[in-house]
């Protein structure tokens, strides 16, 4: 079956450390998404990426960077910049040139601090 | 800018009870579209429906039902003869042509026995 996977599921992070998360489509969607939801809250885009080795920034960037290296693969590295990386991350995917597609989302990745 | 606003930051209701969650969008777009996901405690988004600006048309899928609403920039979801699986946080989403998604902050619904 076509879907979006996430891993780890779980992650933890020492102070001063990187760690990446993992998102893998095989829906042969186009754009991909990385979202942050903390608690309470809705989500909020972190980047996106429209085509293979190009992306932007979203509305909360700072802290995070990512690749798109190929078309199935979008991962997210939380850096040490980011001081409040505890959150729940969702990546999502949609066919891009088809207007009003909805998103499709993977079962997200819950990172928090040691 | 784009906006969509939920109200309601929790609601609990007793199984069988019907319950609607708001939805409240703002855009000067006169093309985009609106949908509703659901997120179970799992944690994955569910996407539940789709609607375009230019449909008007309320919708009915078994137990939910949708009113959107130009007029007053709503797009409401209606849960009749609520069930506890029912218990989860909906997301209300917009969505236009060249825009990334806008999502509301989330209702969370908890379904008593």
């Known amino acids: 079956d076509g879907g979006i996977t996430q891993s780890p599921k779980y992650l933890f992070r020492k102070e001063g450390q990187n760690v990446t998360l993992s998102c893998e489509q095989n829906l042969n969607h186009d754009a991909m998404y990385w979202y942050r939801q903390d608690p309470g809250q809705g989500l909020r885009l972190i980047y996106y990426?429209?085509?293979?080795?190009?992306?932007q920034k979203g509305d909360i960037a700072e802290g995070y960077s990512v690749s798109r290296e190929k078309k199935e693969s979008f991962p997210l590295t939380v850096t040490s910049a980011q001081k409040n990386p505890t959150a729940f991350y969702l990546c999502a995917s949609i066919p891009s040139g088809e207007r009003g597609q909805p998103q499709h989302f993977g079962d997200g990745t819950r990172l928090s601090i040691l | 800018a784009q906006k969509v606003t939920q109200a309601q930051t929790e609601i609990s209701v007793v199984e069988k009870e019907d319950v609607t969650l708001d939805c409240v969008y703002e855009?000067?777009?006169?093309?985009?579209?609106l949908f509703w996901y659901k997120q179970p405690p799992s944690g994955e988004l569910v996407f539940l429906i789709r609607r375009n600006s230019f449909d008007e048309q309320n919708e009915i899928s078994g137990r939910y039902s949708w009113n959107f609403q130009k007029s007053t920039s709503s797009f409401n979801f209606t849960i009749t003869a609520s069930q506890v699986v029912d218990s989860a946080v909906y997301f209300c989403a917009l969505n236009s042509y060249g825009q990334n998604f806008v999502f509301g902050p989330g209702t969370r619904l908890s379904v008593l026995p």
């Open positions: 855009t000067r777009d006169t093309t985009y579209y």
């Open positions: 990426s429209q085509i293979v080795n190009d992306f």
